[in-house]
């Protein structure tokens, strides 16, 4: 009995310990990313120095070398490129749009700030001017068939829910009209789709964003107006029906072309075919120059591993950063990844990403764990509380991981505060002056030392 | 026994039935702040509108004649004002400041931006030049002392320690340098003191402040020069010890002048004698128009107790919103307030003050409070956790409540978060563009729950 009470003493004093080690080295990587963290300057280079770069641009190839040069300089222990087949989607010269309506007897004509969502077609070179059909939703659009519809210009109306607390919510009860709107649209003969911008408040900046069209029905040119605008034409909607919509735009879609992942890792000083991968995306819209989406995550993964080194940290497990090309319009890079990891037999004990901005840290959330792991993950949570950190769900992700858990690789999300990023997503205001250093840096911190918990005690 | 287990049901049943209108009842508080709320509207008229509003100022007077008529508006059950004797120190013409050094053989001067600390006496018109003794603290001046520092100007140059998570922590472990450091250089002969600006990253906006004068020591001007002011100045004086700096600053201490607290309030149905007040201050610095500092923490607290004339809900206890004159510089307002309270015997069970900005809400805390009521406010926190408000604390308070604490109150602080909040407190960037509109509303719901709360159940 007394050798069990003490092997039990023991046991708990040893617990206790590596508790007390694992919160120093926490404290340890957030007073470094506060006081020496290089997520800000390396953002600064990558968003301010390269700025947009959409895949295939000669932005995205600046990006690509520069996120190698960077993991070399910090003495990552392997540094490599995955060669993937992106889409190739320029935007062309400035979209314009105007609305024509008559108020009392005269006509009058205001212009409405657009933006060509990616993957658009072009209008014609004289433009598209047509009636305008508002719907709030695809099924409202299904209710009004050919007959009401057909060589008109739609209006996808449904505002995000400004209720809802966290602003991804609101942006997933939206984005369908932008994804899929303007095939549903052309499908009964509409000849354009307007969508109102994805933007939690109201503004003047269009955002832009992807969109699917649908080959089993013609295709239609389709642009996002800003929330201002979408405001404004509701109005005029309601004084003259018949009010006319002119939209031109002046995009394209060249040919595939080679672009590249670029990813680098530590490998693991105990059980290094364990991998942990965490990433961002590489390539963001041309309108801004992507500092929160996705520079942010992008340096949020690379100072994460960066940290090791800047402690002198050897993890157990293999840590990776990985900058996924392509997440905005294809995915390809996500894919890639996983198709790669699959055929080297790689072993991901999990995969996080961040692309939820660089906003302030509020915590992580894990899909496809089994339970047991799930409950390892909320153990995790107590060692962030001291820095306000208190998110951990049971549900959460990347749209670049998302291929590797089709593998059964769980999956976890970087929770940042949301309030501010529908304010700038996907926008010609998404710049890094509206980065805030201290939130970027405590985001780096945060997965730095999840990354920690995990290379030490796997999921 | 049977009897026994369904009475133990139906209590459970009830608490249950009460807990699920607590929680929808907060939840239709957040919901009316983030798709209805007033916050930024008033906002916009008290920061946007009458902008900085230092105490005796025009604009604070402006300020106490909108909150009277906002408060009435919105049919709070009586309004009313408070007078009170208050300080009036006006800024005058621009300050000015530059340092003279040596630079291989040549003299070379270099500007450095600098206001005045809030009740600084102004320097001779000519200005004040004399050489630089830097100091990192108050301690380290002590040593050096008179042989080392008569007849020059002191330079405080201690940095907010950024390492803290919470920024308000690093304020408090260098705000002495600008409070007393004035007077502290003054006993040993300095001619006037600078202070690095309490800005926890590096920008050149100098930060204003109030500052006390030991009536024991001799008055020297004293200014705040902005951290990158302060980090030039600290390598030329690394290559050259003996660089003269120049300031000038034309600050004037008027007579003391009339002012008033506005205090609004809905009468409690069941216990109208007990009060629950909430408060921010009326006043703010001159440089900015006070939109965090603390614009938001008035609307915080006005919001709040509208929510419940919105919502149609009727306190069981009375809930008070009150805007304190003179927090910045002298804090009469807060003082008045309390020696109203006690002078008419009113019956306060806890005070509420926002008073850290109008950034995303973390939570509230609590001080002086008994083991019961800090359980009791324990237990208030699951009901915040699906607007991701985690932070419950046995710390927390206001300035302006301060006072009131001297009577036995309990006093609670709102949290919002503090990560930006030193970037821009009291310089000309706290302006209204710098607020978020659904931060600021979510802050105003959080208190309105908490208030309700409290209001129902008592602490």
Not at 98 to 105: A, D, E, I, L, T
Not at 255 to 279: A, F, H, M, Q, W
Not at 436 to 457: H, P, V
């Amino acid at each position: 009995m007394k050798i069990r009470s003490l092997f039990i003493l023991s046991l708990f004093w040893l617990c206790e310990v590596t508790a007390q080690t694992d919160s120093s080295i926490i404290a340890q990587m957030y007073r470094t990313a506060l006081t020496k963290g290089q997520s800000y300057q390396m953002l600064e280079q990558l968003a301010g120095g390269i700025g947009g770069r959409l895949s295939g641009s000669p932005q995205s190839y600046k990006a690509v070398a520069w996120g190698k040069k960077v993991m070399e300089k910090w003495g990552f222990d392997s540094v490599w490129l995955q060669p993937c087949m992106v889409p190739h989607w320029v935007r062309g010269a400035k979209e314009e749009c105007s609305v024509k309506y008559s108020k009392g007897k005269l006509f009058t004509s205001e212009k409405l700030r657009i933006c060509a969502l990616g993957g658009s077609m072009a209008t014609p070179k004289e433009g598209i001017t047509a009636e305008i059909v508002m719907v709030d939703s695809v099924s409202e659009l299904a209710k009004l068939g050919e007959a009401k519809v057909k060589g008109k210009i739609v209006f996808f109306s449904r505002p995000m829910d400004r209720a809802k607390i966290t602003t991804f919510e609101a942006y997933g009860g939206a984005v369908d009209q932008r994804y899929s709107g303007p095939s549903e649209a052309a499908q009964y003969g509409a000849v354009g789709t307007i969508v109102r911008s994805m933007d939690i408040g109201i503004s003047d900046y269009p955002h832009t964003g992807t969109m699917k069209y649908n080959d089993s029905f013609p295709k239609v040119p389709c642009g996002a107006i800003s929330t201002q605008a979408a405001e404004d034409l509701m109005k005029i909607l309601k004084t003259d029906p018949h009010a006319k919509l002119y939209m031109k735009m002046n995009c394209k879609t060249l040919p595939d072309t080679l672009s590249y992942n670029v990813v680098g890792e530590i490998r693991g000083s105990e059980k290094p075919e364990e991998i942990i991968c965490v990433g961002g995306h590489l390539d963001s819209w041309d309108n801004g120059d992507g500092a929160h989406d996705d520079g942010a995550g992008c340096v949020h993964s690379i100072e994460a591993v960066r940290l090791f080194k800047a402690l002198g940290i050897r993890p157990k497990r293999t840590i990776r950063a990985v900058l996924f090309m392509n997440e905005e319009n294809g995915v390809r890079g996500g894919n890639k990844y996983a198709e790669l990891a699959k055929l080297n037999n790689e072993k991901h004990i999990v995969a996080i990403e961040s692309d939820g901005g660089g906003h302030v840290p509020k915590g992580f959330g894990m899909s496809g764990a089994s339970e047991e792991q799930m409950k390892k993950f909320m153990e995790f949570a107590k060692l962030f509380q001291p820095y306000h950190v208190y998110e951990f769900t049971n549900h959460g992700g990347g749209t670049d991981i998302g291929p590797l858990r089709e593998q059964g690789v769980p999956q976890m999300g970087f929770i940042p505060d949301s309030q501010r990023y529908f304010d700038l997503h996907h926008t010609e205001i998404d710049i890094m002056k509206n980065v805030n250093r201290r939130e970027l840096e405590l985001g780096s911190a945060t997965i730095g030392a999840m990354l920690y918990l995990l290379s030490e005690y796997g999921l």
